[in-house]
Each structure stands twice: as C-alpha cells, then as structure tokens.
C-alpha cells in the first residue's frame, strides 16, 4: 500500500499519552497512571480492584479475554497478534499486553498499556447533529505493527467472526473490529453493507453480476473477489448506483 494509507506505529507513540493499567495473575486491577483513569470510566467501577473486563463494553470482552490468554501463554488454535483494537463509544483504543514475570520467570501480572488514536482514524462529522465521528483510516495489525489505511483504498471488508478482514489493491488486512463497529463508523455516502458477511466501496465496483437469483459484484481491482450481494439489498444497492428502473 502506498505512504498514503499507511501510518508509522511511532507516530502513535509520540504523539498521544499512553494509558497504562497493572493487572495481577487474576486479571484484578491493582494499579493505573492518571491518563489511564481519565479515559476508564473508574468512577462508576467500584471498588476499584475488579477484573479489567468490567472497564470494557461487553462486545469488547472477549477480545480483551483472548489477548491475556494470549499473553499469559496459553496454547491458542490461532496465533493473533496481541496488540488489538478496540471501538467504545466515541474511541478508538490500540491496546497491547504483556506479561509480568518474578525473577523464576512465574506469572505474576499483566501491563495493559493502551493509545486512543481517535485523531489519528476519524474526522467529525459536520452533517450529524451528535458528536459522531466518521473513520477516514482504518486501523489494521500485522505482525505486532500497524498500519492505518486510508478508507478511499478499501476495495470491500469481509466479517471473519469478532474481527474482519479488510481489501485493499495490495491485498487482504487483519482489523480487530467487528463488521457492526465498521459499520457504524464508515460514512455510509461511500460504504454500504450488502451481505451479513460484507461491506463494500460504492467507488470500488465494477459492475453487478447476476447468476440466476443471485447477485455479485465485481472489484475494480479483483476481478477474482466475488462479493455476494443479499436478496434484501440488491434494490437498495442498485439504487446507490444510480440504476432505479434499469435492468
């Protein structure tokens, strides 16, 4: 992908305060910096020592979960990164965990050290009346990196369960947010969702093929990437494409 759609990891680093939570082997919190107890609704979580899955959205626990079991060691069927991200109302959190060790090399804990790099994938959205904001990059992981991508080059994004797959010309990207979370966030003039599974780049279509009852798309770019577009959509789809009446 080009310089464009790609931000460096660093840039992240030293432009944002860094949240950082003390977990010990129970996953209880034990200790956080200031900044981390601004963003954390800390408040409303008393007493403080609880699980650190009650400072997140349900829909984001079992992520949080997986990445501490990935941490902690434990045999996983699939080797995730363990620097994830996570959407809450109005954030979004790149978060990375690590293990605490003693000196034999025993668990003992975990430091939970997140960034809201909000700035950094959104703008506002002057057309809405609440504080909506709009992605303008898409966050995705690879290899403990990475790397924002522009939204004007994602060609479609697949739902791969919890998380999603996102196309772009250079190929397919891991992003820990759900299909839902994208879809609330992607500015729906561009991205329209068309299947459960799917949700596709007005700009990216080449055109519509129709196999029997079914209707696909095809991709600028991957002509090999057959999007299936869902009964209930194909009218509301064609529409979008300025092709009301047309056969």
């Not at 900044?35 to 008393?46: C, K, T």
């Not at 109302?89 to 690590?98: D, N």
């Not at 994938?121 to 992981?141: C, E, G, K, M, Y």
């Amino acid at each position: 992908m080009g310089q464009a759609g790609v931000q460096s990891p660093l840039y992240v680093f030293e432009k944002f305060d860094a949240g950082i939570v003390l977990l010990n082997k129970r996953r209880e919190v034990v200790g956080m910096n200031d900044y981390a107890r601004s963003v954390l609704p800390v408040d409303r979580m008393q007493p403080f020592d609880r699980f650190v899955l009650d400072f997140h959205p349900e829909r984001s626990r079992a992520k949080v979960n997986f990445m501490l079991d990935q941490a902690s060691g434990c045999p996983v069927a699939n080797n995730l990164p363990m620097t994830m991200i996570i959407n809450i109302p109005e954030q979004v959190l790149l978060i990375k965990v690590s293990r605490i060790t003693d000196a034999s090399q025993r668990l003992t804990g975990y430091a939970l050290v997140f960034y809201d790099v909000t700035q950094i994938v959104s703008q506002d959205d002057p057309s809405s009346h609440a504080s909506a904001r709009r992605l303008n990059r898409i966050p995705t992981v690879a290899n403990q990196k990475i790397a924002f991508v522009n939204t004007t080059d994602v060609c479609c994004i697949e739902s791969d369960g919890h998380y999603c797959r996102v196309l772009t010309p250079e190929g397919w990207h891991f992003c820990n947010l759900s299909i839902s979370d994208l879809e609330a966030r992607l500015d729906p003039e561009q991205f329209v969702r068309v299947h459960r599974r799917f949700i596709v780049r007005l700009g990216a279509i080449e055109s519509l093929v129709r196999d029997g009852s079914k209707t696909r798309i095809q991709l600028h770019r991957h002509p090999k990437v057959a999007v299936p577009v869902s009964r209930t959509e194909v009218t509301r789809l064609r529409e979008r494409l300025g092709l009301r009446g047309k056969t």
